[in-house]
């Protein structure tokens, strides 16, 4: 099991290496994070100890559970689950250093007013619906920037970029106008040059399309099944969030 995860997390970083240098991108851009869902902790052990650093999960009951097990081991928490707004206080209780599924100003709003209690703030990342699927989270296309410009007044929000799930789909085309267009947001806003507000990561691609998403400018790969293996838990039990890595 452990050679499992270690060979596994070497073909991903291969592959990470190959797309960048396809791309005429440096592999230092661009970061693994491990998607840890419905994995154990000491599944999760034998990543850290091969020099990853990047973990996150899908639901706060997971990132509670997996506290204690884990913090001894140098890494940073990043959530990737759509957050509800009654959970905020125990995302700040599990040290998670970067919010990717901001998508909604009310969510962001009450995130900042637990923050600015506790004297503490976080970096976040903009979920955007470049699929414009019904059944997946994220703020519209079109509403982006109207978003990003009222989240910005929020001094304990540090938007550091976006996030998207692209289309699960198998015909590689569909799936990169997904990730393009989160990529001309991104340049769209960085030319608006707003306050508080930097655009340096765009958090997308997983198991299957990181290959693509790197070469469309991913700076940030969410990797679980080609790292952990098929998950024993039925993808229902996550609802939208099984599309998370």
């Given at each position: 099991?452990?050679?499992?995860?270690?060979?596994?997390?070497?073909?991903?970083?291969?592959?990470?290496?190959?797309?960048?240098?396809?791309?005429?991108?440096?592999?230092?851009?661009?970061?693994?994070?491990?998607?840890?869902?419905?994995?154990?902790?000491?599944?999760?052990?034998?990543?850290?100890?091969?020099?990853?650093?990047?973990?996150?999960?899908?639901?706060?009951?997971?990132?509670?559970?997996?506290?204690?097990?884990?913090?001894?081991?140098?890494?940073?928490?990043?959530?990737?689950?759509?957050?509800?707004?009654?959970?905020?206080?125990?995302?700040?209780?599990?040290?998670?250093?970067?919010?990717?599924?901001?998508?909604?100003?009310?969510?962001?709003?009450?995130?900042?007013?637990?923050?600015?209690?506790?004297?503490?703030?976080?970096?976040?990342?903009?979920?955007?619906?470049?699929?414009?699927?019904?059944?997946?989270?994220?703020?519209?296309?079109?509403?982006?920037?109207?978003?990003?410009?009222?989240?910005?007044?929020?001094?304990?929000?540090?938007?550091?970029?976006?996030?998207?799930?692209?289309?699960?789909?198998?015909?590689?085309?569909?799936?990169?106008?997904?990730?393009?267009?989160?990529?001309?947001?991104?340049?769209?806003?960085?030319?608006?040059?707003?306050?508080?507000?930097?655009?340096?990561?765009?958090?997308?691609?997983?198991?299957?399309?990181?290959?693509?998403?790197i070469a469309e400018g991913a700076t940030i790969v969410r990797v679980g099944t080609a790292i952990f293996g098929q998950r024993n838990t039925p993808d229902n039990y996550y609802w939208?969030?099984?599309?998370?890595?």
């Amino acid at each position: 099991m452990n050679s499992t995860i270690i060979d596994n997390i070497n073909t991903v970083r291969h592959r990470i290496k190959e797309a960048c240098q396809k791309n005429g991108r440096d592999p230092q851009e661009v970061k693994l994070l491990l998607a840890t869902k419905t994995v154990a902790a000491e599944r999760i052990k034998i990543a850290l100890q091969t020099g990853q650093t990047l973990i996150a999960e899908n639901k706060v009951q997971e990132l509670k559970e997996k506290y204690e097990d884990l913090k001894e081991i140098p890494h940073n928490n990043h959530f990737i689950g759509h957050l509800q707004t009654n959970k905020i206080k125990e995302i700040l209780k599990y040290n998670v250093s970067c919010v990717h599924s901001i998508d909604r100003f009310d969510l962001a709003q009450k995130l900042h007013q637990r923050l600015t209690a506790e004297n503490k703030t976080i970096d976040i990342l903009i979920q955007v619906n470049t699929s414009y699927e019904e059944s997946k989270y994220g703020a519209a296309p079109d509403q982006v920037i109207d978003l990003v410009r009222q989240i910005s007044v929020f001094n304990t929000l540090h938007i550091k970029g976006l996030m998207t799930i692209g289309l699960l789909s198998a015909e590689a085309d569909r799936v990169r106008k997904c990730f393009q267009l989160l990529k001309q947001i991104q340049q769209e806003i960085i030319r608006l040059d707003i306050p508080n507000v930097t655009m340096q990561e765009l958090s997308m691609g997983m198991s299957g399309d990181l290959d693509i998403a790197i070469a469309e400018g991913a700076t940030i790969v969410r990797v679980g099944t080609a790292i952990f293996g098929q998950r024993n838990t039925p993808d229902n039990y996550y609802w939208n969030e099984n599309l998370m890595e």
